[in-house]
């Protein structure tokens, strides 16, 4: 047996993320996201792969949102009302709250400022998140009879979700985007040990590991206190919901804590939904945030108002949060356009950018940045890169693998240097199988036939007395390698297969003793 993968999205790349994975002849497509790098048809996956005439409800079997980022979601209206796909669709509740918002957002920008025809409207959108089927976390879904779906907290973002799939004795774990670390208002990423046959896992940051948090907090805060205090204006690019409140916390407390009048602007309707969506859904946050939400709001900031364009010819200094955080177009854009060429400004990136966007140009250090064929952008103002990025770091992918004990791995949402890294560390370090396909390449990994068998109790208790003893020998010789908990306990047997007597169709499976089968098989012959 087999499991088949093909990434129509995130195939050594960031951005676009979809993935399709066969088990056992049913279809499930994880996430249907869009690329932040493209303005034309690139910037979604290439659905003709599952079907070149449109037969997508009848192929797929489910389709599968982790969160409500649009790199994740944002080609989920294209595919439901102008491909045409009407099967199942599931995601969390917040996903299925927020996701409309952020899509409207992008559909505003895209038809409305940018003119283009051949786009989602309003009215598809909606009837596209009517198809949704909401999933709680940890609840098992039996989409038919033979495939379910468990959903585990992933951090990241509110709602954000891993996906665990099971068709009979094969599963799957897709990871979606995920934090192994807990931050100021939402918790590490935690599943089950699933051992599943294979762990799709993001890579973002595969060469990456992160120092400490705090001392990341104290660079952002001392960057922007200086930066303000020499008159300038502070440009902090960040998608509506996730880093963007992480960060508002942070500024807010720092604010408060040093008595600062510096204007903090955020923009606009985006912090008051924001703000009720993590009312309602208060037990997605972290500990903290739902002990003290009684007392304070930790979403409610004093020192943060809306933003409203023409803040723009106003003088500095200001600090500004502004959609989206790739500084593609939007807000965000419009700002940075004003303010590159004083070098007086700043724009601190707190998270990845895509290839192709503006924040990447940024980050590579063009003077000279071509948006479009009209409109080029001379930078001046000081450029900072803090990563306050809410996905897990090489330390956080290696162990969310160890814990989860997947026989394959599969990387994608990553860049193809970064990947070859991360999968060498994984065959070499954890001897576990590693692969990082590229969109459009179908990989199938071979499962192991697995059978249910009863063992004999006196067979079993044998075994694990022996492993026990072996075990308290190992302790008084102090050898390090035995001690600790078994993983698995090898048992030396012999496996009977019969015909059951009440059921022709029905076999039973049992693991005896090879005495046991000596003494019952010359029983028989005799």
Request: proline letters at 4%; charged letters at 25%; a positive charge.
């Amino acid at each position: 047996m087999s499991i088949q993968i093909v990434p129509l999205g995130a195939g050594q790349d960031v951005g676009r993320s979809c993935v399709l994975v066969t088990i056992k002849g049913k279809n499930i497509m994880f996430d249907c996201g869009m690329h932040m790098g493209y303005n034309d048809a690139r910037r979604f996956p290439d659905f003709t792969y599952i079907s070149k005439t449109g037969r997508f409800t009848e192929i797929l079997d489910a389709v599968i949102i982790t969160h409500f980022h649009l790199d994740h979601c944002g080609a989920l209206p294209f595919f439901t009302e102008m491909c045409g796909y009407d099967g199942p669709i599931y995601m969390t509740h917040p996903t299925k709250a927020i996701c409309p918002i952020l899509l409207e957002d992008y559909r505003k920008i895209t038809v409305e400022r940018k003119g283009e025809t051949n786009f989602f409207t309003s009215h598809m959108i909606k009837d596209c998140m009517k198809k949704v089927i909401p999933i709680n976390l940890h609840e098992t879904i039996r989409v038919d009879d033979e495939l379910e779906i468990k959903a585990y907290y992933a951090g990241h973002v509110l709602g954000a979700a891993m996906f665990y799939v099971r068709v009979g004795n094969e599963s799957a774990v897709y990871t979606g985007d995920y934090n192994m670390t807990p931050d100021r208002h939402l918790g590490s990423a935690w599943i089950d040990k699933v051992r599943p046959d294979v762990l799709i896992t993001e890579s973002t940051y595969g060469t990456t590991i992160r120092d400490s948090k705090r001392s990341r907090e104290r660079d952002f805060l001392k960057k922007v206190h200086d930066c303000v205090a020499n008159g300038g204006n502070v440009l902090i690019p960040v998608f509506a919901l996730g880093r963007a409140q992480e960060l508002c916390i942070l500024i807010e407390s720092y604010w408060e804590r040093m008595g600062l009048q510096v204007p903090v602007y955020f923009s606009a309707g985006l912090t008051e939904r924001a703000n009720d969506y993590y009312k309602l859904f208060i037990n997605w946050t972290n500990q903290k945030v739902k002990s003290t939400f009684v007392e304070r709001n930790m979403f409610d900031f004093k020192h943060i108002k809306a933003w409203n364009r023409t803040l723009l010819d106003h003088q500095g200094p200001m600090v500004v949060f502004a959609t989206p955080g790739m500084l593609n177009l939007g807000t965000s854009l419009e700002i940075f356009k004003r303010w590159a060429p004083d070098p007086k400004n700043m724009v601190i990136l707190p998270g990845y950018c895509a290839a192709g966007t503006v924040g990447a140009k940024v980050l590579q250090n063009q003077k000279i940045i071509e948006v479009d064929k009209f409109t080029k952008i001379h930078v001046n103002l000081q450029v900072r890169n803090l990563s306050f990025s809410a996905h897990a770091d090489a330390k956080g992918i290696m162990q969310l693998i160890r814990h989860s004990e997947p026989r394959n791995v599969v990387l994608v949402h990553g860049e193809k240097g970064s990947m070859d890294f991360l999968k060498g560390k994984i065959i070499k370090e954890l001897g576990i199988p590693c692969f990082n396909p590229p969109n459009g390449v179908s990989i199938s990994i071979k499962t192991r036939l697995s059978m249910k068998a009863t063992v004999s109790t006196e067979l079993l208790r044998s075994f694990l007395v022996a492993d026990a003893q072996s075990r308290i020998k190992a302790t008084e010789s102090s050898n390090a390698d035995t001690i600790g908990p078994p993983r698995a306990i090898p048992i030396n047997g012999t496996l009977v297969m019969s015909r059951d007597s009440t059921n022709i169709n029905k076999t039973i499976v049992k693991l005896i003793s090879n005495e046991q089968f000596e003494s019952e098989f010359k029983q028989q012959k005799n």
